[in-house]
């Protein structure tokens, strides 16, 4: 099991969603801050204590620009359904993790929802303002960052075939073996087709892929290790490029939003 994937769980409810009993330091859109959070932010994530309260007062501004915005309990469901699969684990191992790990399933839907209310806040109110990049800023993007855009030289693999997606499903979540055949693959990436090469990429080590329509029959990869390095060129790694890019501009716009969103806020200081 890859503890990455609880990796949210933990910021939003271990940090800045922890409600210990202290003194408050600031009450932000009606929010209180206490001291005992900042002191935890400073201590998690090694910031100092301006940007400890400065992360706690977006987290703040955050809740307020998005208490109107309403996340079904079926898209919470399919999410935590999606990072099963990406997992190859069950739901229901899902939640035996996070029961061994101290962690309740309403907490850990509660930082799903909150983390799908921020992707929908992000679409509704930030992404529309973003320019499309040039082909000159992606070059200029990839002349700066190249060490970003390293590809392993060969990726090793389980292959595992069957003829139905939901046999494929089924053998994913350990529910059955019968029809589902495997190989060892060792896949070199410099060959592979730009979509598969994305899902490997993406994919954790000791993890499955999203199950492939072939044709007449049904893949899912099971990563065993990525080995090698080799740089990528530009036309091969332009939609990596530009989706680095983008990424950039997203944090830049969330940051500008919430400066914005700060000079206008009802922020009082109750000690520093």
Request: glycine share 4%.
């Amino acid at each position: 099991m890859k503890q990455s994937i609880f990796l949210l769980l933990f910021i939003v409810t271990g940090i800045l969603h922890a409600k210990p009993v202290d003194a408050i330091a600031l009450i932000v859109e009606g929010e209180p801050v206490t001291t005992a959070e900042i002191r935890a932010v400073e201590q998690q994530t090694g910031t100092s204590h301006k940007e400890a309260v400065d992360l706690l007062i977006q987290d703040r501004l955050q809740k307020a620009a998005m208490k109107n915005i309403m996340v079904p309990e079926s898209d919470i469901d399919n999410e935590i359904d999606r990072i099963a699969k990406q997992n190859g684990i069950s739901v229901k191992k899902m939640q035996q993790v996070l029961k061994q790990q101290g962690t309740s399933w309403t907490k850990y839907r509660e930082a799903i929802r909150n983390g799908l209310k921020k992707r929908k806040f992000f679409q509704e109110k930030v992404a529309k303002t973003l320019p499309a990049p040039t082909e000159d800023e992606l070059k200029l993007y990839y002349q700066n960052h190249k060490a970003q855009f390293i590809l392993p030289s060969v990726i090793k693999a389980v292959e595992y075939t069957a003829p139905t997606k939901a046999k494929i499903e089924a053998f994913i979540h350990g529910k059955q073996h019968s029809g589902v055949h495997h190989k060892n693959v060792s896949k070199q990436t410099a060959h592979l087709n730009p979509a598969l090469l994305s899902m490997l990429m993406q994919t954790p080590n000791g993890a499955f892929t999203a199950p492939i329509n072939a044709g007449d029959h049904y893949v899912v990869y099971k990563v065993k290790t990525k080995e090698g390095r080799r740089e990528m060129p530009f036309e091969t790694a332009k939609n990596a490029v530009a989706a680095r890019w983008r990424q950039n501009q997203q944090q830049q716009a969330l940051k500008d939003y919430f400066k914005k969103m700060k000079t206008e806020a009802d922020i009082r200081i109750i000690r520093q």
